[in-house]
């Protein structure tokens, strides 16, 4: 008599590396979580980030703008506006930095560190939430230019094509603050690189066009990573001022460009520095 064979139903155990990818995806949504409970926290402090670049705009717009417009070039809300928008990522620097130099003055990037939790799920969770931030601020800054008269001339790809610049350019200045933020733990230094965003940012093609400054000065400011990028999102909407200058023609290979060299320099950095962190 043959005895019936018996095929065993014992579940399967996953691969190890699939079971580490759920671990670490489920990781990186807790930091996210965590980062975006701050909203409901200090709703204050992130309203006002949101609006920090729209009191900008307003002011450039309202104060300067008919100073600074230039007859026969368009409005000057729609030469402004595309830099605006590059600005409003540029300013999440500010703030990532601020975020990430206070939990480790606190300890708290200590205390993640003695945790089983991965240092590239922190960083990463810290990035999404961030990111998240800049997205909702874009959305305040567009519709602030709407209501003072923005009329961007784009069809659905070249939006495509400036949102995406636009966050290359967020995850660019991320992994930059992160860096900086966990070098720089007291709150005075913190205010001290703050204030040295502020020549880079003026010191570009956001407000006026390069080519009404001094030569060897419009050289520096059309080097500047924000002038590629608003000169490239000042194309792809149509806005008028674009210029014959180099940096038009060059544009759109320095608004990836330099996000991407930015990027490989402090993700590296950021996250060497975050192992090596000691109170």
Do not use: I, K
């Not at 659905?156 to 995406?164: D, E, H, K, Y």
């Not at 020549?199 to 059309?222: C, I, K, Q, Y």
């Amino acid at each position: 008599m043959t005895t019936p064979t018996t095929t065993s139903t014992t579940p399967r155990t996953p691969a190890p590396a699939v079971g580490g990818l759920r671990q670490g995806l489920a990781d990186v949504a807790t930091m996210t979580v965590r980062e975006l409970q701050h909203w409901r926290n200090r709703p204050g402090v992130v309203v006002f980030g949101w609006l920090f670049p729209v009191l900008v705009f307003a002011m450039f717009v309202g104060l300067l703008g008919g100073a600074l417009g230039r007859s026969g070039s368009g409005s000057y809300v729609d030469f402004v506006m595309p830099g605006m928008l590059a600005v409003t990522m540029f300013f999440g620097l500010e703030s990532t930095m601020s975020a990430v130099s206070l939990d480790a003055s606190r300890g708290v990037t200590e205390r993640f560190r003695s945790l089983p939790v991965s240092g590239a799920a922190v960083l990463t969770g810290r990035c999404a939430a961030d990111l998240l931030n800049s997205v909702v601020g874009l959305a305040v800054v567009a519709v602030a230019g709407l209501l003072f008269g923005w009329r961007p001339d784009a069809g659905l790809a070249a939006w495509a094509a400036v949102v995406g610049l636009l966050v290359l350019l967020r995850v660019a200045m991320l992994w930059l603050g992160m860096f900086v933020g966990l070098r720089v733990r007291s709150q005075e230094a913190v205010n001290a690189v703050q204030v040295a965003v502020w020549p880079l940012l003026m010191l570009s093609g956001v407000f006026v066009d390069t080519a009404t400054m001094p030569r060897w000065l419009g050289v520096v400011a059309e080097a500047n990573p924000l002038t590629g990028t608003t000169t490239a999102v000042r194309d792809l909407l149509g806005a008028p001022g674009v210029g014959d200058s180099w940096v038009v023609g060059a544009a759109p290979w320095l608004a990836v460009g330099w996000p991407v060299l930015l990027t490989a320099v402090f993700l590296p950095l950021a996250v060497r520095t975050w192992r090596r962190l000691r109170r």
